[in-house]
């Protein structure tokens, strides 16, 4: 079994192999928003000498819904021609090993918290106010606190970033697994589509 994983759902994308049981490519990059070049010249590097992957793992967020729907279109085209299979898992169960709370600015005044335990997203994520927010943390400290970016409702959470290793070894166990074949980012709120204004008629 060939597993390849990729996440760029945050300014560090990973990308790593996982042939046999054992990681034989691994790399992390800075891409920020360039994310398509630096990714498809990391993905030439893991897939040298002709690897062809049984199945492709993607992170989708939530974090950058562009980031997550590069990996995705990465992975449609690695798909098609290599006949892999496609799973997605959140970014979030990937920041670290055990249990941790992940949180993140959601914009509009609003954050997420996700509570995940031993690789599984147990709660969240869910948008929550700054207030919900502080609420929710007190009443589950004692847990580590992570985020991808600085969030100003949890300034002592400390950066980590989803890991493509861990993503790896979650899809070979089979777990936090959320679609399969059809993949999109993870939204935590309905896409927000600006309606063109109505155009007056014309008088004759």
């Known amino acids: 079994m060939i597993i390849l994983a990729i996440d760029t759902s945050t ?6 192999l996982w042939q046999d049981g054992a990681i034989t490519f691994q790399e ?3 891409a920020g928003r360039s994310h398509s070049s630096v990714l ?19 992170g989708l967020g939530p974090g950058s819904y ?16 290599m006949g892999s299979a ?11 090993d055990g249990d941790y709370i992940a949180v993140g600015d959601a914009r509009r005044e609003t954050f997420y918290f996700a509570l995940v335990r031993a690789g599984e997203c147990v709660e969240g994520p869910q948008l929550m106010t700054r207030e919900e927010l502080l609420g929710k943390l007190q009443k589950t400290s004692g847990l580590p606190v992570f ?3 600085v969030v ?5 959470a400390v950066l980590r970033y989803p890991s493509a290793v861990r993503l790896v070894h979650l899809a070979a166990e089979n777990r936090s ?6 993949l999109e980012p993870i939204y935590l709120r309905p896409p927000h589509i600006t309606q063109p204004k109505a155009r007056g008629v014309a008088e004759s």
């Not at 300014?11 to 790593?16: D, I, L, Q």
């Not at 980031?67 to 995705?72: C, F, H, K």
């Not at 100003?152 to 002592?156: E, G, N, T």
């Not at 697994?177 to 059809?182: E, F, K, S, T, V």
Request: charged content about 15%.
């Open 28 to 30: 992390t990059f800075e």
């Open 66 to 81: 562009a980031g997550a729907r590069i990996a995705i279109s990465a992975a449609i085209g690695l798909s098609v021609a």
């Open 147 to 149: 985020a991808s970016e």
């Open 86 to 96: 496609l799973v997605g898992l959140p970014s979030i169960v990937a920041l670290e």
């Open 11 to 16: 300014p560090r994308g990973s990308v790593a």
């Open 152 to 156: 100003s409702a949890a300034p002592d």
């Open 177 to 182: 697994i959320i679609a399969r074949g059809n």
């Open 40 to 58: 498809f010249t990391v993905l030439e590097r893991a897939l040298a000498n002709g690897v062809k992957p049984d199945v492709i793992a993607i």
